[in-house]
């Protein structure tokens, strides 16, 4: 019995060496596959890039990277990137894209991100207007109006705009990095060229003040308007109208009586002439016969 089994096992081990000798011999000829060691030259930043800024010869250098790790958009040589504006903020060491930097010749400060059929307009502000200073580059804003419309009889804040990209606060164009508050008293928007005419005329006829909003809120709250009267709830006395004098009754007009001068009337006819006529003894009157005329 002991027999049989080291005989089977013996069988087993026999045949497990031959189909690993098998599998051996078939794969031992297929090497791995080689890594690709090889290295590609790359433009970065020599120091940190501010938007703005024009790339000079000191403001970048070459490094190597693997081939197969080369970016999409960068650059190999340096004389691709001089004299382009930065348009995002680039770190030191990292690589510089072509995304990052407006074509040669686009302008300085603030003209290479404005987008095309874009329009940056600045709007003063004051500290309260400008959310006690910490309106920064970067961040998104409503803009309301204050003003009396022309033909009204009390004051109304309106939201004019809503969502506006803020571009620079003063003269900074990057946010600070700790979170600072910047006091300016100029703010620039990006806006569309009709809503440039409304920011315009927003700051000549009224005051604006700047509303800072999530910039992961980007729906649009269609608003009313406020008044003195809204803004009080009804608590705002009507103003009393000017008291005016009656109208005065016209004058009742008589007919005016012509006074008529008596007519004295027509004298009366002369007396016919009359007779004493005696026959015998009687006595009459008789009326002598007058010709007509």
Known sequence: MDRRLFLVLGLSLVVALVISAVFYVQFSGHSAPKQDTSTKEIVVAAKPLDIGVTVKPGDVRLSKVAADSFPKGAFTKIEEVLDRPVINKILLDEPVLEGRLAIRGSGLGLA??????????????????????????????????????????????????????????????????????????????????????????????????????????????PTRGTDIAALYKGHVKPTPKPVTDAPRPRPVVKPKVVAMTPVAPPPPPPAAPEIVVIRGNQRSVEVVPQKAN
């Open 112 to 221: 290479p991100i404005i987008p095309v059929g874009m329009r940056a307009v600045s709007v003063r502000v004051s500290d309260v207007a400008g959310v006690a200073g910490f309106v920064l580059p970067g961040l998104r804003v409503d803009v309301l109006v204050t003003g009396r419309p022309q033909g009204a009889d009390a004051t109304v804040t309106t939201t004019c705009l809503q969502n506006m990209l803020v571009l620079s606060a003063g003269q900074t164009i990057q946010p600070d990095g700790r979170g600072q508050a910047i006091n300016t008293p100029t703010v620039t928007l990006l806006a569309k060229p009709e809503e440039a005419e409304i920011l315009t005329l927003a700051g000549n006829e009224g005051r604006i003040q700047l509303v800072l909003r999530n910039s992961a809120d980007q729906k649009e709250e």
